[in-house]
């Protein structure tokens, strides 16, 4: 999952960077109003974390701005002004949650995964598909009933997929899913990671499209049957 983190501490940001990454996201930071409408502008982001005080403006004004434009992406704010009237003010103006500072990574990226997983529709942490289940929360899946293990970024290519069965993601797609702005990206890094997972999953379990990118196979009505 894909973060956006409009933090102007140094020190808080980099630290979010760091952390977020252990706990299966990507992240971009921007430290200013400007540039979060930027890269909203951009798209491409599964939630975004948002202080309220930044240096050329309030985070509830472009939050505000955000909501008034029709845009839906969830927004936890974080910010060390925690009095009852400030988190009444963020909540109001659209954020979805609200951390006071200081805080536990832990705490924020499950705050994080609860509010995309409401946003997609789902109810647990488990995505399942043709007998491959995934948990979120601990980066951890099992395929036939079978643990399996995989790396951090083969873990964002399936939840990717899953996240959205059946549709079609391209390369750009998958890269942004898994790299920040500041990270280098080889350029078959995707083929590379696909190439594993069907190592792992089987052959057919993701299918190439040519000339527009990769999906899951349809679902098989064996899984279909099981509910997995």
Not at 6 to 26: C, K, P, T, Y
Not at 63 to 68: G, I, N, Q
Not at 104 to 121: F, M, N, V
Not at 122 to 136: F, H, K, Q, T
Request: charged share 25%; hydrophobic share 45%; glycine share 10%.
């Amino acid at each position: 999952m894909r973060i956006l983190v409009v933090e102007d501490d140094a020190l808080i940001a980099n630290g979010l960077s760091v952390g977020l990454r252990m706990h299966g996201f990507s992240s971009e930071l921007v430290d200013t109003c400007a540039d979060a409408a930027h890269a909203l502008g951009a798209g491409g982001f599964d939630a975004m974390v948002l202080d309220l005080m930044l240096p050329d403006g309030s985070g509830v004004d472009l939050l505000r701005d955000l909501r008034a434009s029709g845009e839906r992406l969830p927004v936890l704010m974080l910010t060390a002004r925690d009095t009852l009237d400030d988190r009444v003010a963020g909540l109001d103006a659209g954020a979805d949650d609200y951390l006071g500072k200081p805080f536990e990574l832990p705490e924020l990226s499950a705050r994080l995964r609860a509010l995309t997983r409401r946003a997609q529709g789902r109810a647990e942490n488990r995505m399942a598909w043709n007998g491959l289940s995934l948990d979120v929360a601990r980066m951890a899946g099992w395929f036939d009933g079978a643990e399996i293990s995989f790396s951090r970024r083969e873990f964002g290519v399936l939840s990717a997929l899953m996240d959205r069965p059946g549709a079609i993601l391209n390369k750009q797609t998958l890269e942004e899913k898994l790299y920040g702005w500041q990270e280098g990206i080889e350029s078959n890094t995707v083929e590379v990671h696909i190439h594993h997972l069907r190592a792992k999953l089987g052959a057919g379990f993701i299918q190439t499209v040519r000339g527009a990118g990769y999906r899951l196979a349809p679902e098989t009505p064996q899984a279909q049957a099981s509910g997995r």
